[in-house]
Antibody, heavy 118, light 108 residues
C-alpha cells in the first residue's frame, strides 16, 4: 500500500524549532519530487516547500523562506521539514504530498499538527 | 501570481442532486488544474488532474472540464459521502502550486 506518515508535530513557543518527518512506503520514494503543504484551522491548504527526487533542488514559499529547510534521505525513504524561528502564523496541520507532473499531489499523509503559542 | 477563485463558497444540495462547482483562474493555467475533496479531520484526496482526468479509484460520478481560465467539477448524483469541501489547485510559475479558497457542499 502506498503510504505517507508524518510525525514530529507539537506545541512550541514563538521563536522555537521543530523537525517534521514524513515516512514513505509502498513506492520508490527516490523517484518522486515531494512537497510540504500546510493548512491553518478553518482555512484552505497552502503550499510550503518542494524538493526534487534526488534532493538537488528545493523551493520555498516566501512566508517560510530562510526559516524552514526541506530535506530528504532516500536511503531511509523519509522526507523532513526543519522549522526554525516559528511564529504564531505557522500554526497549522502539516501534510507531506507526493508530487506528480510538477503540480498535483496524488498521495497525502495524514498530517501532523504544529501549534506555536506562548 | 495566479489566483484561483472558487464559487459558490457553499452549495446546499440533497442526495441524488447534481453539483456543479466552479474554479476561475486570474490567468491561463492551460489544463494544469486539479480538484481535491477534503472531509473533516482528513487530508485532501485527489479527484481530478489535468482538468478532466479522474484519479485512481475515483467514481465516475465525478467529472472535470474546462481549460485556460474556467474550470468545472461536476458530481452527477450526490452520494451521502460526497458532502465535503472541494478545492481546485493549479500549476504555476510561482508559487509552483496554489489552491483555491474551496467550496463546501453541504446537505440541504
Amino acid at each position: 500500500e502506498v503510504q505517507l506518515v508524518e510525525s514530529g508535530g507539537g506545541i512550541v513557543q514563538p521563536g522555537g524549532s521543530l523537525r517534521l518527518s514524513c515516512a514513505a512506503s509502498g513506492f520508490t520514494f527516490s523517484n518522486y519530487w515531494m512537497n510540504w503543504v500546510r493548512q491553518a484551522p478553518g482555512k484552505g491548504p497552502v503550499w510550503v516547500s518542494r524538493i526534487k527526487s534526488d534532493g538537488s533542488g528545493t523551493t520555498y514559499a516566501d512566508s517560510v523562506k530562510g526559516r524552514f529547510t526541506i530535506s530528504r534521505d532516500n536511503a531511509k525513504n523519509t522526507l523532513y521539514l526543519q522549522m526554525n524561528s516559528l511564529r504564531a502564523e505557522d500554526t497549522a496541520v502539516y501534510y507531506c504530498g507526493r508530487d506528480r507532473n510538477y503540480y498535483y499531489l496524488d498521495v497525502w499523509g495524514n498530517g501532523t499538527t504544529v501549534t506555536v503559542s506562548s | 501570481e495566479i489566483v484561483l477563485t472558487q464559487s459558490p463558497a457553499t452549495l446546499s444540495l440533497s442526495p441524488g442532486e447534481r453539483a456543479t462547482l466552479s474554479c476561475r483562474a486570474s490567468q491561463s493555467v492551460s489544463n494544469y488544474l486539479a480538484w481535491y475533496q477534503q472531509k473533516p479531520g482528513q487530508a485532501p484526496r485527489l479527484l481530478i488532474y489535468d482538468a478532466s482526468n479522474r484519479a485512481t479509484g475515483i467514481p465516475t460520478r465525478f467529472s472535470g472540464s474546462g481549460s485556460g481560465t474556467d474550470f468545472t467539477l461536476t458530481i452527477s448524483s450526490l452520494e451521502p459521502e460526497d458532502f465535503a469541501v472541494y478545492y481546485c489547485q493549479q500549476r504555476g510559475d510561482w508559487p509552483p502550486l496554489a489552491f483555491g479558497g474551496g467550496t463546501k457542499v453541504e446537505i440541504k
